[in-house]
């Protein structure tokens, strides 16, 4: 499906299909790296070679998506796709385990800081980092060759389009979230497609039933103001529980191991150990997703250009258009400093700063105010 064009970029090692054999930026064996995992009865090393044949997608790089991209990657998963639309900032340090303070300081997007920072402790395996919203326009090209989806998002407009996909496809997903203390994940096994049935998924047909999906448990969106990471806090541990429980699921699907998936809405709270879990494991007969198969989302109905993103910030999506950095430098030059590299371009004008990226997509910092961020918009970049 064609799409405006988000930055795209792709690692892709020389030698993805050898069994033990190093790839030729890496000295390191298979054998040797994954032998660990290997003597683990689950896993195995039938196990292990599924997961290198293996290509799950991670939608969002922030604290949950980092976590989980870095258990996938180390654990040999072959594929991973990773999609962020927003860049590294130094309050990310605290959790979000592949980034520096270099890439802080940098303001990098945080797929391609992904992206970069897996390549240094597993050059064997493909990363394809799209610097880029997860859309109605775009996720059936960003999400095609994924066999299994994992939620790291921090927005249900997201899980609820990821949701309609994911049911649309009959592909496997998982739901994570983490706030404060607290960590939530859930399962969703969709039904298997009549016509076209990804491998792992049919193994065993007649006792793998499909699980509820999203919108079984909670119909609509929460509405009002929801809890975020920058109104209530989180604590880094409650991520890494969530993407831990998150990719040893995944390892049980890409294992050929569905049967052993968990079937509840699983959440426990670090700081109280109180937890709890909501069966999951029927198709709720009435759902508007599932069972009536209405896909409004990956419709696109009501889906707004511009939205807050959550840290006194709002992205403007409605432009997409190629920007050259360097002709846009000279003309923001005289209203304020400008710093950009080849992925986005960095305006600041106290109190607000402008981050573009190259397909027209900007994040405006400092305000809320929409109407503002708008005006502003098309004073420095044109409407
Ligand atoms: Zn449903």
Redesign the pocket.
Known sequence: MPHHPATHVEDSPASTQSGNQPGPTSPITDADRYSRQILFPGIAEQGQHLLRQSHAAVIGCGATGAAAASLLARAGVGTLTLIDRDFVEPSNLQRQVLFDEADALESLPKAEAARRKIALFNSAITVNAHIDDLVPANIHALLAGADIVLDATDNFETRYLINDYA?EQSKPWIYAAAIGAYAATMNILPKPSATESPAPYTLNPTTLNPT??L??IFPKPPSGPVETCDTSGILSTAVNLAASIQVTEALKFLTHQPHLMRRTLLSFDLWSSERSEINASK??PS?T???RRQFTHLAGEGRPHITLCGRNSVQIHEHHRPVDFAAMRDRLAPHGQVRFNNLLLRFERPPHTLTLFSDGRAIIQGTTDITLARSLYARFIGS
């Open positions: 049911v509820a999906c919108a079984c198709p709720n759902c997703v599932c069972a």
